[in-house]
T-cell receptor
Framework: GESVGLHLPTLSVQEGDNSIINCAYSNSASDYFIWYKQESGKGPQFIID?????DKRQGQRVTVLLNKTVKHLSLQIAATQPGDSAVYFCAENTNDYKLSFGAGTTVTVRA | DAGVTQSPTHLIKTRGQQVTLRCSPISGHKSVSWYQQVLGQGPQFIFQYYEKEERGRGNFPDRFSARQFPNYSSELNVNALLLGDSALYLC?????????FGPGTRLTVL
């Protein structure tokens, strides 16, 4: 089965609000995690990554938090915009080459 | 710089046929991975190639094969197509652990 999963399949958020997307993983040996955004009909787009020796990393309007104690990962999007509507995947690097993905969370931004 | 490119964009085949999908990685990337994404699910790892050698293989039958060329481009071949092979096939090129995906090839098996 999947070693990476998201808590909620859908998330509806008001434009301008902050979004929080959660992800649980089961492999405590994983040392690298990536968040991807996938719009309809496109391939996954790299958003941000984090290594297991960190607990927080910030990008442009996005922050990833890693809690290794409870094996939990989250993606925070500040001031959510209509263009943020997409499916978001967390992916876990289980060795040097393989990424394991969860089923994804569909984010819908309400105007 | 160009990102990962894949061809064709869409493909329709019938059961039992064979298909070849192509991928060109980002310039300077020596590793290419293939993933299958069924509608409504996350991508599933099929293969990774590094420096023309298979580095890893996911839980897919022998009908799936791939290769990497000296210019680091790659082909994914699927023989004896089944209806269940209908999916978006994604190629990712990587530098170290960071993987960047192409737009995918949408394969429909009738």
């Amino acid at each position: 089965g999947e070693s990476v999963g998201l808590h909620l399949p859908t998330l509806s958020v008001q434009e301008g609000d902050n979004s929080i997307i959660n992800c649980a993983y089961s492999n405590s040996a994983s040392d690298y995690f990536i968040w991807y955004k996938q719009e309809s009909g496109k391939g996954p787009q790299f958003i941000i990554d984090i290594r297991s020796n960190m607990d927080k990393r910030q990008g442009q309007r996005v922050t990833v938090l890693l809690n290794k104690t409870v094996k939990h990962l989250s993606l925070q999007i500040a001031a959510t915009q209509p263009g943020d509507s997409a499916v978001y995947f967390c992916a876990e690097n289980t060795n040097d080459y393989k990424l394991s993905f969860g089923a994804g969370t569909t984010v819908t931004v309400r105007a | 710089d160009a990102g990962v490119t894949q061809s064709p964009t869409h493909l329709i085949k019938t059961r039992g046929q064979q298909v070849t999908l192509r991928c060109s990685p980002i310039s300077g990337h020596k590793s290419v991975s293939w993933y299958q994404q069924v509608l409504g699910q996350g991508p599933q790892f099929i293969f990774q190639y590094y420096e023309k050698e298979e580095r890893g293989r996911g839980n897919f039958p022998d009908r799936f094969s791939a290769r990497q060329f000296p210019n680091y481009s790659s082909e994914l071949n699927v023989n004896a197509l089944l209806l269940g092979d209908s999916a978006l096939y994604l190629c990712a090129s990587s530098l170290e652990q960071k993987q960047f995906f192409g737009p995918g090839t949408r394969l429909t098996v009738l």
